[in-house]
T-cell receptor
C-alpha cells in the first residue's frame, strides 16, 4: 500500500518570497503524483501532475514540482508567492495500474502574509 | 464544459438516519470517485465507479455504498448515520478510458454532511 507524508502542516511566508512545500511518498510499485489546492469551503483543484515524461512539471500559475524517484519526493515550489496563494495544498499518489484511487497526504496550510 | 456538480451542498441529518448524495461528472467522463474529508482523518478514498461497476473500494464499512447510472451520474448512500460520519464528501470525475490506468481527477465542491 502507498502512503504520502507532508511533514509541514503549516507554512507561513511573506508575499513575494519563495516557498517549498514538501511531499514524500512510499510505494512498492511505480506511482503517479499530484498536487491539489483547496481554498476555504471549496473542493480540490488540480494544480499539477506527474504521470510520465519530464520529471519537472509546471502549473499555469507559477508553481512547479519535481519528481525525484531516488528520494521518493515530489516537492512543490514557487519562486514568488502572492496573497492569493493562501490555501491548503495536498500531495496525492496513485499506483500505476491502480486506477483512480488517490492516497492523500495530510495537507500543508500555506499562509502568505504582507 | 461544466465542472463536477454535487447536490445537495449542505445537509443535516440525525443519528440513525440514512442519506443519499448525488454527483454529476464532467460531460464525457466515465469514472467517478468519492472521498471523505474530515479534520481528524483527512482525505480518504471511498470508492470508484466506471461504466456502472465499482472497481475500487476503500476501507469503509458496508454502511457506505454507491452506484453509477448509465449517464455516469453517481450517488453514494450512507445508512444508519453515526456522529463520526460528519464530513465533507467529495466527488471526482476522470476522463478514464477502458484500461485501468490513472488519469487526473477533477473534484466537485463537495457536500457538507452534519450528523447530530
Amino acid at each position: 500500500a502507498q502512503s504520502v507524508t507532508q511533514l509541514d502542516s503549516q507554512v507561513p511566508v511573506f508575499e513575494e518570497a519563495p516557498v517549498e512545500l514538501r511531499c514524500n511518498y512510499s510505494s512498492s510499485v511505480s506511482v503517479y503524483l499530484f498536487w491539489y489546492v483547496q481554498y476555504p469551503n471549496q473542493g480540490l483543484q488540480l494544480l499539477l501532475k506527474y504521470l510520465s515524461g519530464s520529471t519537472l512539471v509546471e502549473s499555469i500559475n507559477g508553481f512547479e514540482a519535481e519528481f525525484n524517484k531516488s528520494q521518493t519526493s515530489f516537492h512543490l515550489r514557487k519562486p514568488s508567492v502572492h496573497i492569493s496563494d493562501t490555501a491548503e495544498y495536498f500531495c496525492a499518489v496513485s499506483e500505476t495500474g491502480g486506477g483512480n484511487k488517490l492516497t492523500f497526504g495530510t495537507g500543508t496550510q500555506l499562509k502568505v502574509e504582507l | 464544459k461544466a465542472g463536477v456538480t454535487q447536490t445537495p451542498r449542505y445537509l443535516i441529518k440525525t443519528r440513525g438516519q440514512q442519506v443519499t448524495l448525488s454527483c454529476s461528472p464532467i460531460s464525457g467522463h466515465r469514472s467517478v470517485s468519492w472521498y471523505q474529508q474530515t479534520p481528524g482523518q483527512g482525505l480518504q478514498f471511498l470508492f470508484e465507479y466506471f461504466s456502472e461497476t465499482q472497481r475500487n473500494k476503500g476501507n469503509f464499512p458496508g454502511r457506505f455504498s454507491g452506484r453509477q447510472f448509465s449517464n455516469s451520474r453517481s450517488e453514494m448512500n450512507v445508512s444508519t448515520l453515526e456522529l463520526g460520519d460528519s464530513a465533507l464528501y467529495l466527488c471526482a470525475s476522470s476522463p478514464q478510458g477502458s484500461t485501468f490506468t490513472t488519469y487526473e481527477q477533477y473534484f466537485g465542491p463537495g457536500t457538507r454532511l452534519t450528523v447530530t
